[in-house]
Protein backbone atom coordinates (compact mmCIF):
# COMPACT_ATOMS: atom_id res chain seq x y z
CA UNK A 1 0.00 0.00 0.00
CA UNK A 2 2.96 2.29 0.74
CA UNK A 3 4.10 1.70 -2.89
CA UNK A 4 0.67 2.22 -3.89
CA UNK A 5 0.84 5.87 -2.41
CA UNK A 6 4.02 6.66 -3.91
CA UNK A 7 2.97 5.75 -7.65
CA UNK A 8 -0.43 8.23 -7.13
CA UNK A 9 1.57 11.32 -5.36
CA UNK A 10 4.30 10.72 -7.95
CA UNK A 11 1.66 10.65 -10.79
CA UNK A 12 -0.49 14.09 -9.13
CA UNK A 13 3.33 15.83 -9.15
CA UNK A 14 4.33 14.70 -12.41
CA UNK A 15 1.35 16.32 -13.95
CA UNK A 16 1.92 19.74 -12.23
CA UNK A 17 5.55 19.56 -13.34
CA UNK A 18 4.70 19.16 -16.57
CA UNK A 19 1.98 21.79 -16.56
CA UNK A 20 5.27 24.06 -14.69
CA UNK A 21 7.58 23.11 -17.87
CA UNK A 22 5.34 23.27 -21.05
CA UNK A 23 5.52 27.01 -21.53
CA UNK A 24 9.61 27.11 -20.47
CA UNK A 25 10.30 24.42 -23.03
CA UNK A 26 7.83 25.98 -25.67
CA UNK A 27 10.07 28.71 -26.01
CA UNK A 28 12.87 27.41 -25.76
CA UNK A 29 12.30 24.93 -28.26
CA UNK A 30 10.85 27.14 -31.02
CA UNK A 31 12.99 30.73 -30.25
CA UNK A 32 16.17 28.78 -28.64
CA UNK A 33 15.76 30.75 -25.71
CA UNK A 34 16.37 30.38 -22.16
CA UNK A 35 13.55 32.08 -20.59
CA UNK A 36 14.68 32.95 -16.93
CA UNK A 37 11.55 35.07 -16.29
CA UNK A 38 9.38 31.67 -16.83
CA UNK A 39 9.23 31.12 -12.71
CA UNK A 40 8.41 34.96 -12.40
CA UNK A 41 5.49 34.13 -14.14
CA UNK A 42 4.02 31.49 -12.38
CA UNK A 43 4.55 33.08 -8.85
CA UNK A 44 2.85 36.40 -10.34
CA UNK A 45 0.16 33.92 -11.64
CA UNK A 46 -0.23 32.88 -8.03
CA UNK A 47 -0.90 35.86 -7.10
CA UNK A 48 -3.28 36.89 -9.88
CA UNK A 49 -5.20 33.98 -8.10
CA UNK A 50 -4.55 34.77 -4.78
CA UNK A 51 -5.87 38.48 -5.31
CA UNK A 52 -9.13 37.94 -7.41
CA UNK A 53 -10.00 34.92 -4.68
CA UNK A 54 -9.69 37.18 -1.93
CA UNK A 55 -10.32 40.32 -2.99
CA UNK A 56 -13.14 39.53 -5.44
CA UNK A 57 -14.11 36.24 -4.68
CA UNK A 58 -13.88 35.01 -7.78
CA UNK A 59 -12.65 31.18 -7.75
CA UNK A 60 -9.27 30.15 -9.09
CA UNK A 61 -10.93 27.90 -11.89
CA UNK A 62 -11.82 30.91 -12.87
CA UNK A 63 -8.99 32.80 -12.49
CA UNK A 64 -7.56 30.68 -15.41
CA UNK A 65 -9.56 32.09 -18.11
CA UNK A 66 -8.47 35.60 -16.68
CA UNK A 67 -5.13 34.77 -16.60
CA UNK A 68 -4.30 33.03 -19.94
CA UNK A 69 -5.16 35.75 -21.88
CA UNK A 70 -3.87 38.65 -19.60
CA UNK A 71 -0.32 36.58 -19.69
CA UNK A 72 -0.26 36.35 -23.34
CA UNK A 73 -0.84 39.77 -23.84
CA UNK A 74 1.82 40.40 -21.71
CA UNK A 75 4.34 37.58 -23.56
CA UNK A 76 3.30 38.68 -26.83
CA UNK A 77 4.27 42.68 -26.23
CA UNK A 78 7.29 41.66 -24.35
CA UNK A 79 8.62 39.42 -27.30
CA UNK A 80 7.84 41.94 -29.87
CA UNK A 81 9.38 45.16 -27.96
CA UNK A 82 12.18 43.87 -25.86
CA UNK A 83 13.00 40.06 -27.02
CA UNK A 84 12.61 40.27 -30.32
CA UNK A 85 15.33 42.63 -31.55
CA UNK A 86 17.98 40.29 -30.33
CA UNK A 87 16.13 37.30 -31.31
CA UNK A 88 18.91 36.39 -33.99
CA UNK A 89 21.94 37.35 -31.06
CA UNK A 90 23.89 34.17 -29.43
CA UNK A 91 22.31 32.42 -26.74
CA UNK A 92 24.09 33.92 -23.79
CA UNK A 93 22.71 37.72 -25.41
CA UNK A 94 19.05 36.32 -24.56
CA UNK A 95 19.88 34.57 -21.65
CA UNK A 96 21.43 37.72 -20.02
CA UNK A 97 18.23 39.96 -21.12
CA UNK A 98 15.82 37.52 -19.43
CA UNK A 99 18.02 36.95 -16.35
CA UNK A 100 17.32 41.37 -16.14
CA UNK A 101 13.63 40.87 -16.75
CA UNK A 102 13.35 38.49 -14.16
CA UNK A 103 15.21 40.35 -11.51
CA UNK A 104 13.15 43.50 -12.40
CA UNK A 105 9.80 41.17 -12.06
CA UNK A 106 11.04 39.42 -9.09
CA UNK A 107 12.12 42.98 -6.89
CA UNK A 108 8.93 44.40 -8.34
CA UNK A 109 6.61 41.60 -6.68
CA UNK A 110 8.93 41.70 -3.29
CA UNK A 111 8.17 45.36 -3.21
CA UNK A 112 4.67 45.54 -4.27
CA UNK A 113 3.87 41.66 -1.94
CA UNK A 114 6.79 41.67 0.12
CA UNK A 115 8.76 38.19 0.42
CA UNK A 116 6.38 37.02 2.77
CA UNK A 117 4.97 33.45 1.79
CA UNK A 118 1.22 33.98 1.38
CA UNK A 119 -1.56 30.82 1.17
CA UNK A 120 -4.79 30.62 -0.94
CA UNK A 121 -6.73 29.01 1.23
CA UNK A 122 -10.52 27.58 0.08
CA UNK A 123 -13.42 28.09 2.04
CA UNK A 124 -14.79 25.58 2.65
CA UNK A 125 -11.79 23.36 2.32
CA UNK A 126 -12.01 20.96 0.23
CA UNK A 127 -10.79 17.88 2.36
CA UNK A 128 -9.14 14.85 0.71
CA UNK A 129 -9.98 11.10 -0.53
CA UNK A 130 -8.96 7.66 0.17
CA UNK A 131 -9.18 4.87 -2.11
CA UNK A 132 -7.80 1.64 -0.91
CA UNK A 133 -5.84 3.08 2.14
CA UNK A 134 -4.53 5.55 -0.75
CA UNK A 135 -5.27 9.00 0.10
CA UNK A 136 -5.14 12.31 -2.00
CA UNK A 137 -6.15 16.03 -0.91
CA UNK A 138 -9.02 17.17 -3.53
CA UNK A 139 -7.22 20.30 -4.31
CA UNK A 140 -4.10 18.39 -5.65
CA UNK A 141 -6.38 15.85 -7.78
CA UNK A 142 -7.85 19.42 -9.02
CA UNK A 143 -4.97 20.81 -9.46
CA UNK A 144 -3.23 18.12 -11.60
CA UNK A 145 -6.14 17.36 -13.62
CA UNK A 146 -6.20 20.96 -14.40
CA UNK A 147 -2.47 21.08 -15.27
CA UNK A 148 -3.24 18.11 -17.62
CA UNK A 149 -6.14 20.24 -19.26
CA UNK A 150 -3.62 22.69 -19.98
CA UNK A 151 -0.94 20.31 -20.92
CA UNK A 152 -3.65 18.32 -23.35
CA UNK A 153 -4.91 21.65 -24.74
CA UNK A 154 -1.99 22.96 -25.96
CA UNK A 155 -1.02 19.86 -27.52
CA UNK A 156 -4.50 20.22 -29.73
CA UNK A 157 -3.54 24.27 -30.48
CA UNK A 158 0.17 22.63 -31.90
CA UNK A 159 -1.36 19.46 -33.80
CA UNK A 160 -4.54 21.14 -35.20
CA UNK A 161 -4.97 24.96 -35.57
CA UNK A 162 -3.10 26.50 -38.58
CA UNK A 163 -0.78 28.90 -35.89
CA UNK A 164 0.01 25.65 -33.76
CA UNK A 165 1.54 24.04 -37.55
CA UNK A 166 3.17 26.79 -37.73
CA UNK A 167 4.83 26.78 -34.56
CA UNK A 168 6.38 23.44 -35.14
CA UNK A 169 7.22 24.12 -38.86
CA UNK A 170 9.44 27.05 -37.22
CA UNK A 171 10.89 24.74 -35.04
CA UNK A 172 11.59 22.07 -36.94
CA UNK A 173 13.48 23.78 -39.66
CA UNK A 174 13.29 27.87 -39.28
CA UNK A 175 14.54 28.27 -43.21
CA UNK A 176 12.39 26.47 -44.79
CA UNK A 177 9.13 27.65 -42.54
CA UNK A 178 10.04 31.56 -44.22
CA UNK A 179 10.06 29.82 -47.73
CA UNK A 180 6.58 28.79 -47.19
CA UNK A 181 5.76 32.10 -46.47
CA UNK A 182 5.33 31.57 -42.33
CA UNK A 183 5.95 35.47 -40.53
CA UNK A 184 8.44 34.35 -38.07
CA UNK A 185 8.68 36.98 -36.01
CA UNK A 186 4.91 36.94 -35.58
CA UNK A 187 5.12 33.28 -34.54
CA UNK A 188 8.01 34.15 -32.19
CA UNK A 189 5.97 36.46 -30.51
CA UNK A 190 2.92 33.98 -30.53
CA UNK A 191 4.59 31.02 -29.08
CA UNK A 192 6.39 33.42 -26.56
CA UNK A 193 2.92 34.61 -25.23
CA UNK A 194 1.50 30.65 -25.60
CA UNK A 195 4.13 30.29 -23.65
CA UNK A 196 3.43 33.17 -20.88
CA UNK A 197 0.12 32.78 -20.78
CA UNK A 198 0.60 28.65 -19.09
CA UNK A 199 3.16 30.00 -16.85
CA UNK A 200 0.57 32.59 -15.32
CA UNK A 201 -2.13 29.57 -15.50
CA UNK A 202 0.39 26.89 -14.18
CA UNK A 203 1.01 29.84 -11.11
CA UNK A 204 -3.17 29.58 -10.48
CA UNK A 205 -2.70 25.50 -10.39
CA UNK A 206 0.34 25.55 -8.31
CA UNK A 207 -1.77 28.67 -6.04
CA UNK A 208 -3.97 26.04 -4.65
CA UNK A 209 -1.14 23.82 -3.37
CA UNK A 210 1.90 25.54 -2.89
CA UNK A 211 2.50 28.71 -0.78
CA UNK A 212 3.26 32.21 -2.79
CA UNK A 213 6.45 34.10 -2.62
CA UNK A 214 8.59 35.58 -5.16
CA UNK A 215 11.30 33.85 -3.29
CA UNK A 216 9.82 30.64 -5.14
CA UNK A 217 10.26 31.91 -8.60
CA UNK A 218 14.17 30.44 -8.70
CA UNK A 219 12.62 26.86 -7.85
CA UNK A 220 9.92 26.63 -10.18
CA UNK A 221 12.45 27.78 -13.39
CA UNK A 222 14.48 24.88 -11.51
CA UNK A 223 11.47 22.13 -12.04
CA UNK A 224 11.03 23.59 -15.57
CA UNK A 225 14.36 23.49 -16.76
CA UNK A 226 15.01 19.60 -15.34
CA UNK A 227 11.65 18.47 -16.66
CA UNK A 228 12.23 20.08 -20.29
CA UNK A 229 15.90 17.91 -20.45
CA UNK A 230 14.09 14.80 -18.96
CA UNK A 231 11.78 15.09 -21.36
CA UNK A 232 13.01 16.62 -24.63
CA UNK A 233 12.79 20.39 -25.81
CA UNK A 234 9.33 21.59 -27.68
CA UNK A 235 7.51 18.37 -27.18
CA UNK A 236 4.28 18.35 -25.07
CA UNK A 237 4.60 14.64 -24.68
CA UNK A 238 7.77 14.78 -23.27
CA UNK A 239 7.59 17.48 -21.08
CA UNK A 240 4.66 15.34 -19.58
CA UNK A 241 6.84 12.31 -19.76
CA UNK A 242 9.70 14.39 -18.06
CA UNK A 243 7.68 15.56 -15.02
CA UNK A 244 6.37 12.14 -14.28
CA UNK A 245 10.01 10.76 -14.09
CA UNK A 246 11.08 13.15 -12.05
CA UNK A 247 8.32 12.88 -9.99
CA UNK A 248 8.66 9.31 -9.25
CA UNK A 249 12.26 9.59 -8.70
CA UNK A 250 11.39 12.60 -6.13
CA UNK A 251 8.63 10.61 -4.35
CA UNK A 252 10.73 7.18 -4.23
CA UNK A 253 13.79 9.47 -3.11
CA UNK A 254 11.88 11.29 -0.86
CA UNK A 255 10.41 7.81 0.62
CA UNK A 256 14.03 6.10 1.19
CA UNK A 257 16.03 9.67 1.96
CA UNK A 258 13.67 12.10 3.51
CA UNK A 259 12.62 15.14 1.46
CA UNK A 260 15.44 17.22 1.92
CA UNK A 261 17.35 15.03 -0.46
CA UNK A 262 14.38 15.63 -3.19
CA UNK A 263 16.22 18.77 -5.21
CA UNK A 264 19.58 16.65 -4.85
CA UNK A 265 18.43 13.77 -6.70
CA UNK A 266 16.47 16.37 -9.13
CA UNK A 267 19.63 17.29 -10.20
CA UNK A 268 21.39 14.08 -10.15
CA UNK A 269 19.15 12.36 -12.65
CA UNK A 270 19.60 15.71 -14.86
CA UNK A 271 23.46 15.03 -15.27
CA UNK A 272 22.44 11.53 -15.94
CA UNK A 273 20.37 12.21 -18.57
CA UNK A 274 23.16 15.15 -20.28
CA UNK A 275 25.36 12.43 -20.16
CA UNK A 276 23.89 9.55 -21.41
CA UNK A 277 20.95 11.14 -23.37
CA UNK A 278 21.29 14.56 -23.67
CA UNK A 279 17.91 14.95 -26.31
CA UNK A 280 15.73 13.78 -23.25
CA UNK A 281 13.71 10.88 -23.61
CA UNK A 282 11.54 11.87 -26.30
CA UNK A 283 13.46 14.50 -28.02
CA UNK A 284 15.33 14.54 -31.32
CA UNK A 285 18.82 13.91 -31.68
CA UNK A 286 21.02 16.52 -32.80
CA UNK A 287 18.28 19.40 -32.67
CA UNK A 288 19.53 22.59 -31.47
Not at 26 to 41: A, D, K, Q, T
Not at 137 to 154: F, K, Q
Not at 203 to 216: H, N
Request: net charge positive; charged share 10%.
Amino acid sequence: MHAAQILVNAIVLGCLYACIAIGFSLVWGVLNVINLIHGSFIVLGAYLAFALYNLLHISPWYAVVVAAPLFFALGYLLQRLVLNRVITAPVLVTLTLTFGLDLILNNAMIYFFTADYRKLILKPALGSVSVLGVVVPVDRLIASAAALALTGLLYLVLRRSRTGRAIVAVRLDRDAAILMGVDVKQIYAIAFGLGAALAGCAGVVMALIFPISPLTSSGYLGKAFVVCVLGGLGSVSGALAGGLLLALVESIGSSLFGPSYATTLSFVLLIIFLVLRPQGLLGRKGFE
